[in-house]
C-alpha cells in the first residue's frame, strides 16, 4: 500500500511536473508571441512614420516648385507687361499737349499669337483727348504684341499703365 502511495504520488509530482512545464511553455510561447506582436506594432508604426514623412516631403517639394512656377510666372507678366509698355511707347508720338505725369490705363485685347483685335483707355486717366488719341494710335501702330516666350502668361484682355514723366 505504501509503495502504490509512493508511486500514486510519484506519478501525481510527474503530472504536476509535466503540468508546469507546459504552463512555462505555454507562458513562454505566449510572451514570445507579445513580443512579435509588439515588433509588429513597432514596425508598422515605424513604417507609418516613414510613409508619412515621405508625403510630407513629397507635398513640400511640390509646393516649392508650385511656389517656384509662380514666381516664374510674375517674374515672366512683369517682364511681359514691361516688354509691352516699352513697344508702345517707343511707337507712341507725343503731342505737345502731354503734359508730364501722365498716367492712362489702357486695356489691350489680343488673340494668341499677339495680334491686337482692339484696344481702349479705361479710368483712370489724366490726360487730354488728342493724347488719348495719341496712346491709342501708338497701340494700333504695335500691331502685334510680343507672344513667342510669353505663352504661359498670356492673356487675352490685358490692362496697363501707360505712363510719361517728361
Avoid: K, M
Amino acid at each position: 500500500a505504501e509503495r502504490q502511495r509512493r508511486e500514486a504520488e510519484a506519478q501525481r509530482l510527474r503530472e504536476l511536473e509535466e503540468l508546469r512545464q507546459q504552463r512555462e511553455a505555454a507562458q513562454r510561447r505566449r510572451e514570445e508571441e507579445e513580443r512579435r506582436l509588439a515588433e509588429l506594432a513597432e514596425q508598422r508604426e515605424a513604417e507609418r512614420l516613414r510613409q508619412a514623412a515621405e508625403q510630407e516631403a513629397e507635398r513640400l517639394r511640390l509646393a516649392r516648385e508650385q511656389a517656384q512656377a509662380a514666381e516664374r510666372r510674375a517674374t515672366l507678366a512683369d517682364e511681359y507687361y514691361a516688354t509691352l509698355q516699352e513697344l508702345i511707347t517707343r511707337n507712341w508720338r507725343r503731342p505737345p499737349t502731354t503734359e508730364p505725369g501722365l498716367r492712362c490705363t489702357v486695356r489691350v485685347i489680343q488673340i494668341p499669337g499677339g495680334e491686337i483685335i482692339d484696344q481702349a483707355i479705361v479710368s483712370p486717366c489724366n490726360a487730354d483727348e488728342l493724347t488719348r488719341r495719341s496712346i491709342l494710335a501708338a497701340v494700333e501702330r504695335t500691331e502685334q504684341l510680343p507672344y513667342r516666350g510669353y505663352e504661359e502668361v498670356f492673356q487675352r484682355e490685358i490692362e496697363f499703365v501707360f505712363r510719361y514723366d517728361g
